[in-house]
């Protein structure tokens, strides 16, 4: 009788047992596993180890992660608000294609109030003939094959005029080379018809350069394809390559601005190494006097000069005819110099009366090419 109420379930309802709360249930269950754990202790030293491994392992990665991500949020808040400071500090400067810039595009390395003063060498030791000097000298390097033929470099002081940024004025590039030589015509890679203007340089007996345009400390623009201290060494590489197959037939480079990546001797090396196995001489330009270009060269074993005199900082025909005079001066004591011009309106004029005075003063009207062996003593 009493078991069939209990199934009913009427029997209990006078004393009901009240049913477990979360709190006991919560206690029985730490209990059993308790119990559990007395029962297997190595099991259970097995299990903990494992969790705290695992735990500490997902939990560490979690907050690396947190942190990370924080740290990228205020990297970008921090490049947002750099990038609004400097769109406020005035124009960006450009470097357009000089193609698109209206009108003669603007391409002096002066920068304003600051002309560059004649520089003259140290006396150099006489060159060891180490092994790099003489590899550099032979007769299979393009310099050597490119270069304009000269042989007396002895008796007279030599002379090297180098006109830079040659192949954008189409009239007045001509002009520079229908000028008497042998001068060294400088042209920049991005000029148009650039093969055909060359040919027509060496066609009048002119040594030929390519011109590298360089980022420069100023806001001019140094045209497409410079070399700027921001790009990683395969840019570099690869701009330089690019410009050095622009057009052939050319001895040497010389740097188009460049105050900024001539003082960069990263960027210097990259470019030098690649003058190296093409045979080609480097003339520093030197527009800033904190360029490593010319002791780089020396290091690495690529041949090279450097600019003296600048010809045209002021273009005034009258001051291009002082600088002349200056270079003159410089040949004397030196027995060398490499005074560098531009196409501009006084320069070609000044050098057009200056030019056929040369060698009634005594001196050689040289190419560039003769320079570099006679500072070396490379004959
Ligand atoms: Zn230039």
């Not at 000069?305 to 002021?314: E, P, Y």
Request: charged share 30%.
């Amino acid at each position: 009788m009493a078991s069939r109420k209990n199934r009913s379930g009427k029997a209990n309802r006078r004393s009901p047992k009240p049913p477990p709360t979360a709190r006991e249930r919560l206690r029985a269950r730490f209990r059993s596993a308790a119990a559990w754990v007395d029962g297997h202790r190595w099991h259970s030293i097995v299990a903990g180890s494992l969790l705290l491994f695992f735990g500490s392992l997902i939990g560490g990665y979690w907050v690396a992660e947190w942190f990370d991500s924080f740290d990228r949020d205020r990297l970008a808040r921090e490049t947002i608000e750099e990038m609004k400071r400097g769109a406020s500090t005035g124009p960006e400067p450009k470097y357009a294609r000089i193609e698109d810039i209206p009108g003669l595009p603007k391409y002096t390395e002066v920068e304003p109030g600051k002309p560059r003063p004649t520089l003259e060498e140290k006396p150099r030791p006489a060159a060891k003939s180490t092994q790099m000097a003489a590899a550099a000298a032979s007769s299979d390097q393009a310099w050597r094959r490119n270069a304009v033929p000269f042989r007396d470099l002895k008796s007279k002081p030599l002379v090297a005029i180098v006109i830079d940024d040659v192949g954008l004025d189409r009239p007045r590039s001509k002009r520079a080379w229908e000028l008497p030589g042998p001068l060294t015509i400088s042209f920049l890679p991005y000029a148009k018809d650039l093969r055909d203007q060359a040919r027509a340089a060496r066609g009048r007996g002119h040594e030929l350069m390519l011109h590298l345009p360089m980022e420069p400390t100023g806001r001019n623009d140094p045209g497409p394809g410079a070399l700027l201290v921001s790009m990683s060494d395969a840019e570099i590489r690869q701009r330089t390559a690019a410009a050095l197959d622009s057009f052939e037939g050319f001895a040497g480079v010389n740097n188009h601005m460049g105050s900024r990546f001539t003082s960069f001797r990263p960027g210097m090396e990259t470019v030098l190494r690649q003058l190296k196995p093409r045979g080609l001489m480097f003339l520093d330009s030197r527009t800033t006097k904190e360029s490593v270009g010319d002791q780089t060269a020396h290091e690495l074993g690529v041949p090279g000069i450097v600019r003296h005199v600048f010809l045209d900082d002021d273009e005034s025909v009258e001051a291009v005819r002082r600088k002349l005079a200056e270079a003159e001066a410089v040949a004397r004591r030196q027995g060398f110099v490499v005074a560098i011009g531009h196409p501009h309106e006084a320069t070609l004029q000044a050098l057009s009366e200056w030019l056929p005075t040369v060698q009634g003063k005594g001196l050689a009207l040289a190419p560039a090419t003769a320079v570099l062996r006679k500072r070396n003593g490379w004959d």
